[in-house]
């Protein structure tokens, strides 16, 4: 079955640093779909992607999806404190296919 | 109120009991699933219902049993709980098809001794 694999699944960085969460698809995709879950929280839609070479922005958030539709990545420049939690991507291989793939998260903690 | 509710928010219970966890939600979605997150493990679909009369296994549906009561509700049963079950359980909710953001609810969080 599908596989969607997220690198890596942990990053400390020092406030101010940037940040970047990489996934990878076995199939090519439909779409994918970027959420954020907060420490002891429910993940939260942030974003999602569905043209070939699509690049998206959300004030320091940038989102890539592949030209292949089979890799995705998340970019945060300069990190706050705000932005710690868990980001997962989700990958939907198919048109009429509703599953969610999710990859396994990138735990992000910011050092003050 | 939230959207997405979920009942009950912590369970510890034994091993062998039938545990049942409910969710409710108001937006209106035909679409809920119900998903599985271990530490490390990112999130799994144990089940997902289109409508009412429409119920399909996700990745990991096996110990686990759903029912779709109604359009706003859809119940999770482990018949006979074990303790690698123990884990925290979500239920989600998605609109359109062409645009399949889902909508989480809080979590269950289950423990089983």
């Known amino acids: 079955g599908q596989q969607v694999m997220q690198i890596p699944q942990y990053q400390h960085v020092q406030e101010g640093e940037d940040f970047t969460t990489y996934c990878n698809s076995s199939?090519?995709?439909?779409?994918i779909q970027w959420y954020k879950q907060r420490p002891g929280g429910h993940p939260v839609f942030l974003i999602q992607l569905v043209k070939s070479g699509e690049v998206k922005k959300q004030k320091r958030l940038t989102f890539q999806f592949g030209e292949a539709k089979k890799n995705s990545s998340l970019h945060i420049t300069a990190t706050q404190t705000t932005d710690v939690g868990t980001y997962f991507c989700?990958?939907?291989?198919?048109?009429?296919?509703?599953?969610?793939?999710f990859g396994k998260g990138t735990k992000l903690s910011v050092i003050p | 109120d939230a959207d997405v509710t979920q009942t009950p928010r912590n369970r510890i219970t034994k091993t062998g009991k039938r545990i049942m966890l409910e969710c409710s939600q108001t937006?209106?979605?035909?679409?809920m699933y119900w998903y599985r997150q271990d530490p490390g493990l990112g999130l799994r679909l144990i089940y997902y219902s289109f409508d009412v009369k429409d119920i399909n296994k996700g990745e990991i549906s096996d110990g686990y049993s759903v029912s779709r009561q109604a359009q706003a509700k859809f119940s999770l049963s482990l018949e006979s709980a074990i303790p690698n079950q123990t884990a925290l359980y979500f239920c989600?909710?998605?609109?359109?098809?062409?645009?399949?953001?889902?909508?989480f609810g809080p979590g269950t969080r289950l423990t089983v001794l």
């Open positions: 989600a909710t998605s609109g359109m098809p062409e645009y399949n953001e889902q909508f």
């Open positions: 199939t090519t995709l439909s779409n």
């Open positions: 989700a990958g939907q291989s198919g048109a009429g296919s509703y599953q969610l793939t």
């Open positions: 937006k209106g979605h035909d679409r």
